[in-house]
């Protein structure tokens, strides 16, 4: 480990050594979270630091790569909503029940994303980010053509099950390896460059699904197959982006490569350090004793995990945006108007990721979702209170409309822009793909059960018990985050891990109290 003495009031951050009286050894952590043990008597007083992470990034180097990886995100994001367009259409033409529909068209893909998600850590982690996502671009090629050329249900649903794990795996993949090259300043932002694509992606498909929706005949063909040309541009792109050299350092033992990429990322980087900071954050002991996620030690990203990615899709997100036609007919809207105002929604989705974007590294992730859980409240219980009534004609018979706009808006710029990030962000070096695969698959399993159930339970119910289940839903998220989420913004991967990582039970109540104080 490389230290350096410096005074207080250098540029660089400092942490004087906290003394431990059950230890003898005593812990201390700077900027960038290393810990050091020394005996307490050697360094009490002291204030030590080390040199940050890379003072001056290639920026519009790191902007290109983040922005070619977030691309898997627009492939998820269109694969994910292009489906809604078809579904009245295939389960008319096959003359499916709603359960079989749910579960064979509507939900098959889901079903792969948490295929997808549970296991995408293991190439992540084993062939690395990069050719991780190289195999997804793969899986989604595959996938759009095989949909688009299905002669019976079940092909159709092994396809979308193949464009289902490459959503999952990307949720995995395409988070990380960002963060891992970005700086904290700026991490927030780049990392949400991936869900800013994902909501671009939904867009398109609906713009597309619209437009492709006067066409005679078959027209679900088209819908589904026009996916095969983003995926081939995505597939091409992406074989050249560099590998992430955290991965390389910590999975590989390879620095030579790693030392090549960190000059790519910032010519002015004193490499032995940087490298010396990677490795760091793991004790020796530690390393060799806690490889496995679900250690006591890592309870609270665990649980921190879980919670942001089951509010996410218990909001209600998936079931709009699959279903928004069918909401919108029942609305009393006719059904080219219904799918116009999808895309409208799809618009103010992209709008409000933008606003999300642009200010979830000044405001932080834990105010977004704090703003989105007061628009989520508000949208839905004034929704599910007009299809309670059967009232539709607040507006001008564009009042429900307007109020999914609302909840577009508040998920956009709170949830929408903070899953993906907070996730990448909470988990340690040595477990990253392994926590953010638990917290993706969170999300894809809730939003999978939200599919398969939803054909029916609106066979069953009109659309107000199920918007007020949702709005409850969200009142708990707006307890969490009040009370137990902690802010991450402006700090460094390294330091997170020695605010959120404990070493035993013992020091349960410090964490507590610690992690309440961020």
């Known amino acids: 480990m490389i230290a350096q003495r410096r005074e207080c009031g250098s540029r660089t951050r400092c942490v004087k050594v906290l003394l431990s009286s059950s230890k003898k050894l005593s812990t201390w952590g700077c900027s960038v979270g ?14 030590l630091s080390f040199t940050p992470h890379w003072m001056s990034y290639a920026m519009p180097r790191i902007l290109q790569w983040s922005i070619t990886v977030a691309l898997a995100g627009f492939l998820f994001g269109f694969d994910t909503a292009v489906i809604s367009g ?24 889901l079903w792969g994303t948490v295929i997808g998600a549970i296991f995408g850590n293991w190439p992540t982690d084993h062939f690395g980010r990069r050719a991780t ?8 090629l595959v996938s759009a053509l095989g949909s688009a050329l299905a002669t019976d249900p079940y092909l159709f649903s092994f396809f979308r099950l193949l464009g289902g794990l490459g959503v999952g795996a990307s949720s995995v993949a395409a988070p990380i390896y960002i963060s891992e090259i970005a700086p904290r300043e700026r991490r927030g932002a780049l990392v949400g460059l991936y869900q800013f694509n994902v909501v671009f992606g939904i867009v398109i498909a609906f713009v597309s699904n619209y437009f492709i929706g006067f066409m005679d005949g078959e027209n679900w063909r088209w819908m589904l197959g026009v996916e095969a040309v983003p995926a081939a541009l995505y597939l091409l792109m992406i074989c050249k982006v560099p590998r ?26 004193d490499i032995a350090e940087e490298i010396a900071i990677i490795r760091g954050t793991e004790s020796e002991e530690s390393a060799k004793q806690h490889t496995r996620l679900f250690a006591w030690r890592y309870r609270l990203p665990i649980l921190f995990a879980f919670l942001i990615a089951a509010f996410n899709q218990l909001s209600g997100i998936n079931f709009i945006i699959y279903y928004a036609p069918r909401i919108l007919a029942e609305a009393q809207l006719e059904s080219s108007a219904a799918l116009l105002s999808t895309a409208g929604i799809g618009v103010i989705n992209l709008v409000f990721t933008m606003l999300g974007m642009s200010l979830i590294d000044k405001l932080g992730r834990r105010t977004l979702i704090l703003i989105g859980s007061a628009g ?3 949208s839905l219980c004034l929704i599910a209170w007009a299809f309670h009534l059967e009232d539709f004609s607040a507006m001008g018979g564009y009042g429900v409309p307007i109020l999914l706009g609302v909840f577009i808006a508040a998920h956009a710029m709170s949830q929408g822009t903070v899953i993906w990030v907070f996730i990448s962000e909470i988990f340690p070096n040595k477990v990253r793909a392994m926590g953010q695969s638990f917290g993706s698959s969170v999300h894809w399993i809730f939003a999978a059960l939200i599919a398969l159930l939803m054909p029916t339970i609106l066979s069953q119910f009109s659309g107000g018990p199920v918007f007020a289940f949702f709005a409850f839903m969200m009142l708990l998220q707006l307890i969490f985050v009040l009370f137990f989420m902690p802010e991450t913004k402006g700090v460094s991967l390294e330091e997170l891990q020695g605010r959120l990582v404990r070493p035993t039970r013992h020091h349960a109540t410090e964490d507590h109290a610690e992690i309440s104080r961020h």
């Not at 009245?88 to 529909?101: A, E, F, K």
């Not at 050299?245 to 002015?268: F, T």
């Open 34 to 47: 290393v810990a050091i043990l020394r005996p307490p008597e050697s360094i009490k007083g002291e204030c």
């Open 86 to 109: 078809a579904d009245t259409s295939l389960q008319s033409q096959w003359g499916l029940s709603d359960l079989m529909h749910g579960l064979v068209i509507m939900s098959m893909a």
């Open 133 to 140: 996502l190289i195999g997804i671009g793969i899986l989604y």
């Open 244 to 269: 992430s050299p955290r991965w390389l350092i910590l999975k590989r033992n390879d620095e030579a490569a790693a030392a090549e990429i960190i000059r790519l990322i910032n010519p002015k980087a």
């Open 376 to 378: 989520y409240l508000l």
